[in-house]
């Protein structure tokens, strides 16, 4: 099982990004997957999730209305669409997909730095 997340960049304020994750060795679709993010110094916290079959979106405050999350289950890949970049937003972007205990995988994270 493996989740690969590429997309983060430098990227002025006020820009855009879109994160990929594709995963391989696992149904993807079955998962729940989930954005989170660390940045330095700081502990992880979720960005968003998306149920199976994206039927539940759920993010988490300081993203709504600027990000957002979606799955493409037949090329077993989940996005995260950033707009509005703000300099709170840099941080270490991990993907992680779970449908339970022992069903729990992490991809290695991908560097978001939002400066001028």
């Known amino acids: 099982e493996q989740l690969v997340e590429s997309g983060g960049g430098l990227v002025q304020p006020g820009g855009s990004l879109r994160l990929s994750c594709t995963a391989s060795?696992?149904?993807?679709?079955?998962?729940?997957m989930t954005w989170y993010r660390q940045a330095l110094g700081k502990t992880r916290e979720l960005v968003a999730d998306?149920?199976?079959?994206?039927?539940?979106?759920d993010y988490a405050d300081p993203v709504k209305g600027r990000f957002a999350i979606s799955r493409d289950d037949a090329k077993n890949t989940v996005y995260l669409q950033m707009n509005g970049l703000k300099a709170e937003d840099t941080a270490v972007y991990y993907c992680?997909?779970?449908?339970?205990?022992?069903?729990?995988?992490w991809g290695q994270g991908t560097q978001v730095t939002v400066s001028s």
């Open positions: 060795g696992l149904t993807f679709s079955t998962y729940v």
């Open positions: 998306i149920s199976p079959g994206g039927v539940r979106r």
């Open positions: 992680n997909a779970w449908k339970g205990a022992g069903n729990d995988y």
